[in-house]
Each structure stands twice: as structure tokens, then as C-alpha cells.
């Protein structure tokens, strides 16, 4: 499949910021900005502000995912989400295995696997977070963690539910410091990855896959990122708080096909 097929996807990770008022104020600032945009664009806010994002964003083209989900349908795990209740309120995707996730809460591949079936199960559009840490990037061990870490996300995984599944490249070295991989450097890291899927899951799953970077992706230096063959959008952390900035790389990841 050539790129060009494939629609590109801008999502926003808001982290833990934006009450309801600054959630329906920034929606409001970004509706007429993305209107015409030609790709997808997803908004991840934190949980409490999930349901107003979703009342201030019908109607428009953005859709509302979450930043993490339980594994469990329901149960006893204090202070948990399940993927189900996000589906059932109007959630569209959610972010799984966030380094942050991994880095604060001791977040394992294996259990960002069962999110992954539980998320799939649910109906919802998985983005599958990979990426190495600075100590692993200076070991030059970046192909063998990111590999294994997309091998034990998706193990087991049906044919057909790759459908419903995004991974995002984010080098955790990358994110937040203001540092980018160079366009270089991310596409042939998505490159690993795709090749890694095709492994698994065969030729065209791998070609349909589509493959976000992220890590200070912004204005500037998104032209370089998404013009690579392997890199199919961003998830965009930073620059997705500010509407000027995160309105200039979704028009520019939608004219980029
Ligand atoms: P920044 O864009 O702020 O580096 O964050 C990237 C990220 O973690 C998105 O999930």
C-alpha cells in the first residue's frame, strides 16, 4: 500500500492538563482551525474532561480518545477506567503504554498487551506507544527494545483487529526536552516497526499500519517528520495545548498526502 493511500492521523496527548473550562475553551479555538483538515485528528484529554470534549467536539472532524485504559471489563481495581465505559460515553481511541505510563507506574509490555485486547474488544482504536529510553539510545539498543516491545503488544492479535490498531514511536529521550529525533533517525525506527509487523501479521497489515511520531514534534519540524514514507502522523504532546501550533501540523500532515 503507498502512503498516499493511507489517511494520515494528528493526535493530540493533553497529559494532565486542562480542566473543563480550558478543555471547552481550547476546543473552541481549534474547531475552526482543523475544519477543512484532510486527515484525522484525535484529542486524548484527561478523563474528567473526556465527556466535555466530546459535547464540544460534535459535530466537527475530531474525535476524543483517552490516554489509558484497565484491562478488566469491571472489577475491583480502585481508581481504574475500563476500556468499555470509555466506548460506552463516545470515546473513539485510546493511548496505550505511554512511556510516561511505564516510567511513573511501572507499566510492563505484557500488561499494555491485555490493555490492547481489552481496549480492541471494546471497540475502541488502540495507539500502541514504543520507544527507548536516552541509556538504551546511547546503547544503540533502540532496534531490539522496539521491536520486542511492538512482538509482546500484539501478540496474538487476530489478522483483522490490526485494523484497529495504531503504534506511535516515541523516543523517550525525545519527549518533552524540546530534542527530536532526526526525521532520519524516526523513519528508520518506523521502518523497524513496520518490518517487525510484517513479520507477524504479513505484507499488506504491515503496508495498512499506520505509524505516528512523537517526541517535540511542532510546526517546524513536522514537514521533515511526515514527509517520510514510514511516519503516517503524530501524537503530539506540547504543541497539541497550543491551537496555533497543533491547527499548523494537522494542515500540514493533511496536505502531505
Ligand atoms: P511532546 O510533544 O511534549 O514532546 O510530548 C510527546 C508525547 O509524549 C506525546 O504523547
Given at each position: ?164 490498531v495504531i503504534i506511535a514511536y516515541e523516543p523517550v529521550w525525545a519527549i518533552g526536552t524540546g530534542k527530536t529525533a532526526t526525521s532520519n533517525q524516526a523513519a528508520q525506527v518506523c521502518g523497524t516497526i513496520r518490518k517487525t509487523v510484517e513479520q507477524i501479521f504479513g505484507s499488506s ?53
Amino acid at each position: 500500500m503507498n502512503k498516499s493511500n493511507k489517511r494520515a492521523i494528528i493526535v493530540g496527548n493533553w497529559k494532565m492538563n486542562n480542566n473543563r473550562a480550558q478543555t471547552e475553551s481550547l476546543i473552541k479555538s481549534l474547531r475552526p482551525l482543523v475544519k477543512n483538515a484532510n486527515c484525522d485528528v484525535v484529542i486524548c484529554p484527561p478523563f474528567t474532561s473526556i465527556e466535555t470534549a466530546i459535547s464540544k467536539a460534535a459535530g466537527s472532524n475530531m474525535q476524543i480518545g483517552a490516554q489509558n485504559c484497565h484491562f478488566a471489563r469491571s472489577g475491583a481495581y480502585t481508581g481504574e477506567i475500563s476500556a468499555y465505559m470509555l466506548k460506552e460515553i463516545g470515546v473513539s481511541h485510546v493511548i496505550l503504554g505511554h512511556s510516561e505510563r511505564r516510567q511513573y507506574f511501572a507499566e510492563k509490555s505484557s500488561t499494555v498487551h491485555l490493555k490492547l485486547l481489552s481496549a480492541l474488544d471494546a471497540g475502541l482504536t488502540a495507539i500502541v506507544c514504543v520507544g527507548e529510553t536516552l541509556k538504551q539510545h546511547e546503547n544503540k539498543t533502540t532496534t531490539e527494545i522496539v521491536s520486542i516491545q511492538t512482538k509482546v503488544a500484539l501478540k496474538g492479535l487476530r489478522i483483522e483487529q490490526m485494523k484497529n490498531v495504531i503504534i506511535a514511536y516515541e523516543p523517550v529521550w525525545a519527549i518533552g526536552t524540546g530534542k527530536t529525533a532526526t526525521s532520519n533517525q524516526a523513519a528508520q525506527v518506523c521502518g523497524t516497526i513496520r518490518k517487525t509487523v510484517e513479520q507477524i501479521f504479513g505484507s499488506s497489515a504491515s503496508q495498512a499500519l499506520r505509524i505516528l511520531y512523537g517526541g517535540s514534534m511542532n510546526p517546524t519540524n513536522c514537514e521533515c517528520l511526515l514527509s517520510k514514507d514510514d511516519i503516517d502522523g503524530g501524537l503530539i504532546g506540547g504543541a497539541s495545548l497550543r491551537p496555533a501550533d497543533f491547527s499548523s501540523i494537522i494542515n500540514f500532515a493533511g496536505k502531505n498526502r
